[in-house]
């Protein structure tokens, strides 16, 4: 359990108390080794920012979101599907790497989208559905200057 530590060691309960005041509790996630609270926010858009996300094709690929993110194991906390670009908020384990996750939600919605609506591939010419680039930011519940200033007094307890 976070935040208690049964042995008297040096630093110990400081750090558990330290680390209290930086996420609030049960904002974070227990894993099999790890807690975390690791947010990411993904955004890519479509080869030649060709508005094809539209109409059911928009719905199918809304639905194959929450599927591989249920598949996955990712939390879809949001998305927003815009005709040329898609936006998602996706809390996910640290064993991920957010060009993993990527990877995944890209590769998955290219080749069942492509499968559901063939006339996709004649709008999009290559055949590709995604611009090969991708917008990734984090964020949890602590500011870069929380977590400053917590490292910073680490010798000073």
């Not at 979101?65 to 815009?82: C, P, R, W, Y």
């Not at 998602?88 to 990877?103: D, E, G, M």
């Not at 917008?135 to 200057?145: A, N």
Request: a positive charge; one cysteine or more.
């Amino acid at each position: 359990m976070v935040g208690y530590s049964p042995s008297k060691e040096k630093y110990g309960y400081i750090w558990c108390i330290s680390y209290h005041r930086m996420v609030k509790q049960g904002h974070w996630i227990s894993a099999r080794g790890c807690v975390y609270n690791v947010n990411y926010h993904f955004v890519w858009s479509t080869k030649y920012r060709r508005k094809v996300l539209v109409g059911d094709v928009a719905e199918t690929l809304t639905d194959l979101h929450v599927s591989i993110a249920q598949d996955k194991g990712f939390i879809l906390n949001t998305q927003e599907v815009m005709p040329d670009y898609v936006h998602l908020f996706i809390t996910a384990h640290p064993k991920f790497a957010p060009a993993t996750i990527v990877k995944i939600m890209k590769g998955i919605t290219a080749k069942k989208l492509f499968e559901q609506h063939p006339a996709l591939r004649n709008v999009l010419g290559e055949g590709h559905l995604w611009n090969p680039s991708y917008y990734v930011g984090t964020c949890g519940d602590t500011t870069k200057e929380v977590i400053q200033e917590y490292i910073e007094t680490q010798k000073v307890m």
